[in-house]
């Protein structure tokens, strides 16, 4: 039998068509096949910022003791072993290099083929480098620093045309003592060889990370409530034990809670902090942590807290959303989950409420799922308390909010896919919307 002649039209390589939108895209052409969303907007962005593709600009760059201080500032030390040996593999066959980089995109570490590194470093992929959007286009570390979740950026999805030889994987490793992003794993290689599974790969180093980093912290609170023991036994009044960060190592008297929400600017050298549900607390400095005890009418100043309330929510830093609350008794802060903080900035837009099917359809597009709204919603009462209303669902009419958004728009919770933020998003692009401001 005679093999068909017909001929057969085979799909052009990804990176080609990615060469192609990205070259019709930086002559300000709509190309034919648009690149994917997240790596569109990024691209739409530098344009706007007025980044050149073919040089960037200047990377910050750290000084070598500025790296080091940073590296044990960050805590990510203690986890770097763990990264080399699951992500420096001598099986995989793929020439790699591993970076991690703290939260504000500067390389701490770089290690991997030495050929392949010296070909990074001439791209400016080094140590001390800061490694962010702005300065050296779309990349693996600034996407995931911007988006807060594990990113690709393959070929000539980077902005920089010099960059087009790479693919670079990243994800982010959070600090469990705050919550907050601590850092970036990144594995970077030719693009020709880069296998699929590579994301995956970094994200679950970085949890991997993520659960030593807790080990450690949990270390720290035995060995401090074994100090605790002792003292609290003598104290005979209500009083409890915690880190530096807040978390609870021992208490008596009191109901266990496993985080105390610090004040916003910090403990600092004062004896008396007001603190949620607490009020009024003295706090004394302790071997690694406070001994805090509550004061006499604290119940008054949690009330006149809350009705003398200042309620800011900063959405400033896309990695980092985070609610603030000052009064007249004092004032503490609370990194927020996405949830909570799409929550918190449809009750701020929405001052005359919300009723459950209304957020449901806010946030999931869909009424039905208004039990997992109230379930949210509880949980986020736990900090807030009396200045959240239901009924509809809101912030008290006596509470001033305002919301402190991003430079850019498109920097507005940028993980959210929740229908009312992605409106809210184009109002703010096009002028026809505004945040509640102070």
């Not at 009191?254 to 007001?274: D, F, I, K, N, Q």
């Not at 239901?390 to 728009?409: E, K, L, M, N, W």
Request: hydrophobic share 40%.
């Amino acid at each position: 039998m005679l093999e068909s002649h017909r001929p057969v039209h085979r799909r052009r390589p990804v990176a080609v068509e990615l060469a192609r939108a990205h070259e019709h895209t930086m002559a300000g052409d709509t190309p034919a096949e648009a690149p994917r969303p997240e790596i569109g907007d990024s691209w739409e962005r530098l344009r706007r910022l007025g980044l050149d593709p073919e040089r960037g600009r200047t990377a910050a760059r750290l000084s070598l003791a500025e790296v080091e201080h940073r590296r044990r500032e960050t805590h990510l030390a203690e986890v770097l072993p763990i990264l080399r040996s699951t992500l420096l593999l001598p099986t995989t066959g793929t020439p790699l290099i591993l970076a991690v980089a703290d939260a504000e995109g500067h390389v701490l570490w770089q290690e991997g083929e030495r050929k392949l590194r010296r070909i990074a470093d001439g791209i400016g992929f080094d140590t001390g480098a800061r490694w962010i959007e702005d300065e050296v286009g779309t990349n693996g570390i600034g996407m995931t620093l911007r988006t807060g979740r594990p990113m690709q950026v393959h070929s000539a999805e980077h902005y920089l045309r010099s960059h087009h030889a790479w693919t670079c994987v990243a994800a982010p490793v959070h600090d469990p003592r705050t919550g907050r992003l601590t850092g970036v794993v990144d594995l970077s290689g030719p693009a020709r060889s880069m296998a699929p599974y590579l994301l995956q790969l970094a994200a679950t180093a970085a949890r991997l990370a993520e659960a030593e980093l807790r080990a450690r912290q949990l270390e720290t609170l035995h060995l401090l409530r074994t100090v605790a023991a002792p003292l609290l036994a003598r104290v005979d009044e209500p009083a409890m034990v915690v880190d530096d960060a807040g978390w609870t190592a021992a208490t008596i008297g009191l109901p266990p809670v496993p985080r105390l929400r610090l004040p916003a600017e910090g403990w600092g050298s004062a004896t008396v902090h007001w603190l949620p549900t607490l009020g009024e607390c003295a706090v004394e400095p302790l071997a690694g942590g406070w001994l805090v005890r509550p004061l006499s009418g604290s119940a008054d100043a949690v009330a006149e807290q809350t009705g003398n309330a200042g309620i800011r929510l900063d959405l400033s830093r896309p990695d980092r959303p985070e609610l603030l609350v000052s009064g007249a008794a004092g004032s503490w802060s609370h990194t927020l989950s996405p949830r909570h903080a799409e929550l918190l900035l449809l009750l701020a837009v929405h001052r005359e409420g919300l009723s459950a099917a209304q957020l449901a359809e806010a946030l999931f597009g869909d009424q039905a799922r208004t039990v997992t709204v109230r379930a949210e919603v509880s949980r986020l009462r736990r900090y807030l308390g009396g200045l959240l209303d239901h009924r509809p669902y809101r912030i008290t009419r006596s509470a001033q909010v305002s919301v402190t958004g991003p430079a850019d728009p498109y920097d507005l919770l940028p993980t959210s896919s929740a229908p009312a933020v992605r409106e809210l998003r184009a109002g703010l692009l096009d002028g026809t919307a505004r945040l509640p401001a102070a």
